[in-house]
């Protein structure tokens, strides 16, 4: 159903990204009691996922660090903080849930972001962190698939085609983050426990596909990393 909805994302956003969230806390729901839950959800944009969490009944805060993103529904979503996920405003394990979708892949630092998100979640508490891996279909995001043949190919191509320079830009706002090199750093943690790798939008039987080398690389579209912060 997720992929179907791909086609959505450039013509009626608003229906993509509340169906993006919807799944997304449910994904959630799998593993964490929502309701009644504090929620930070990190680099959330115009708000889709905090709305999701809060028809389910959490006390859930958005952290974004673009006014832009902020605005991308016309107002400033309820419960948004304007804010870096590096330097969250919050205390030592505030969150029962922390949560991130698809900001990893757009920071420079991904360890201080993870870092950040660990600080922030309680004991016990739910990290979700699922990001876009540069060597899947849709690494190079709006340059895609052409980024597999390289970044600069990529953006000289759109240029052309487009006539303007494409939003994302390789080493500026768009990294090359990678499965397997991210679970590695994962498990040698011993600040949290990873519970599941899972590649995101694909049907459960394709979850095997994680767990093969070089292949996931590719074939994973999209990692979706569930983990509990250890005491």
């Known amino acids: 159903m997720l992929l179907r909805l791909f086609r959505l994302e450039q013509t009626n956003p608003n229906v993509f990204y509340s169906s993006l969230a919807e799944d997304a806390v449910n994904q959630v ?4 009691e929502i ?9 959330g944009g115009a708000g889709h996922f905090t709305a ?17 993103e902020l605005l991308g529904r016309g107002e400033i979503p309820a419960g ?8 969250l405003p919050v205390g030592d394990g505030t969150a029962d849930i922390c949560f991130s979708s698809n900001v990893l ?28 891996n ?21 953006d000289r191509r759109y240029r052309r085609r487009y006539g303007r320079a494409p939003k994302h830009s390789v080493g500026e706002n768009l990294y090359r983050q990678h499965v397997g090199q ?10 949290v426990q990873l519970i599941a790798a899972l590649p995101r939008y694909y049907p459960w039987w394709c979850n095997a596909v994680v767990r093969v080398p070089l292949v996931r690389e590719f074939a994973t579209w999209n990692l979706l990393l569930i983990m509990r912060r250890t005491p």
Do not use: K
Request: neutral net charge; contains cysteine.
């Open 52 to 68: 999701a969490f809060r028809a389910r009944g959490a006390n859930c805060y958005l952290f974004e660090p673009d006014r832009g």
């Open 105 to 132: 892949e757009h920071v420079a630092d991904p360890v201080g972001l993870l870092e950040e998100m660990i600080r922030a979640t309680r004991p016990g508490g739910l990290i979700y962190l699922s990001f876009t």
């Open 35 to 43: 309701a009644g839950q504090t929620v930070l959800d990190i680099g």
């Open 134 to 154: 540069w060597y899947s279909p849709w690494g190079g995001h709006e340059m895609s698939p052409w980024h597999l043949l390289g970044a600069r190919f990529a």
């Open 29 to 32: 729901a799998e593993y964490a």
């Open 182 to 191: 991210t679970l590695r750093l994962l498990r040698s943690r011993r600040d």
């Open 80 to 87: 948004a903080i304007l804010a870096n996920g590096y330097w």
